[in-house]
């Protein structure tokens, strides 16, 4: 079967898009966890942090499936929607200025601004069972950690400035869900932080069920940051548009910024906004790279 392909990215993060709403189409497709590994193999096939499917929908404009480089499926990627908005676009295959999109993680709606994506993302999630993360592990560590902190309590169970004693260091981490889940750190100085040794032991913590997306943050001021992020099964990517939605919502909980800033990753900026609506809103290009086909 000769597959065609869009390849696409955002800010450097990079998607192989597949067009599923022929039906004849998304039934010859492989497994869909070997053909992304396949297809996002960067010396084997096209090269890509993830696939994204586009298919019909009964509830949405159009649904969008998404699948990590290690083939693993996940609920939502911030700068894949953006790809996936502009694909549709590009190809008039819906003329409306705003969509509507299925996902795992619920209906986000893109829209065109000033010749960017901008993203409803929808409201963050700080309820530990609900990101998820594991409150009877969280009491455990809290307990052999030196860190000065409180527990979660019914009160207030969210996860902020919560120590994980992590080999030979001890992080404080701030836990979000935008539709997946992250952990936030703030470190010193990002550009020289061991991303590649911490984020994979990080992102399979017993602490995270699902396993978890991680961003350590240096804070350059009250409407900036700077980020690097490990992803979960793409490994360090060049953006994450979920992860910036987090570590701006984070920064926020912590009182480094306010509620607007501007994320700078390692391919660029990204405008976050937690607005009074208590939706975050996310605003960044998106590109297309080239169209293809390949043999499966």
């Not at 499926?73 to 790809?83: A, D, K, P």
């Not at 981490?173 to 936030?184: D, F, K, L, R």
């Not at 984020?199 to 995270?208: C, K, M, S, Y």
């Not at 480094?256 to 975050?280: M, P, Q, R």
């Amino acid at each position: 079967m000769k597959l065609e392909f869009t390849k696409m990215h955002g800010l450097g993060n990079d998607f192989v898009l597949i067009d599923c709403r022929d039906k004849a189409v998304s039934e010859r497709l492989p497994a869909m966890g070997d053909l992304s590994k396949r297809l996002c193999h960067r010396r084997f096939g096209v090269g890509a942090d993830q696939v994204l499917l586009l298919y019909p929908s009964e509830i949405a404009d159009f649904k969008m499936k998404i699948f990590n480089a290690d083939g693993g499926e996940v609920e939502m990627c911030g700068n894949g929607i953006r790809c996936f908005a502009k694909y549709i676009w590009d190809r008039k295959i819906s003329q409306g200025d705003m969509l509507s999109v299925e996902t795992a993680a619920g209906i986000i709606r893109p829209e065109r601004h000033r010749g960017m994506v901008r993203v409803d993302m929808g409201e963050p999630v700080l309820e530990p069972e609900k990101i998820p993360v594991k409150i009877a592990q969280s009491s455990k560590l809290l307990a052999h950690s030196s860190k000065d902190t409180s527990h979660p309590t019914p009160e207030d169970p969210r996860i902020i400035d919560f120590p994980l004693k992590v080999e030979d260091r001890e992080f404080a981490i701030t836990c979000v869900s935008m539709g997946n889940p992250h952990a936030v750190i703030f470190v010193r100085d990002v550009g020289s932080f061991e991303v590649g040794r911490y984020g994979p032991v990080i992102e399979r913590h017993d602490l995270f069920p699902n396993r978890i997306n991680v961003e350590f943050i240096q804070v350059l001021g009250p409407d900036r940051l700077k980020m690097r992020v490990w992803e979960r099964g793409a490994g360090e990517t060049m953006a994450c548009g979920t992860g910036a939605s987090a570590a701006a919502v984070a920064a926020n909980l912590n009182r480094f910024t306010g509620k607007k800033v501007t994320v700078s990753v390692l391919g660029g900026d990204l405008e976050i906004e937690w607005g009074a609506d208590n939706h975050v809103y996310m605003t960044g290009p998106a590109e297309e790279v080239f169209e293809g086909r390949m043999e499966i």
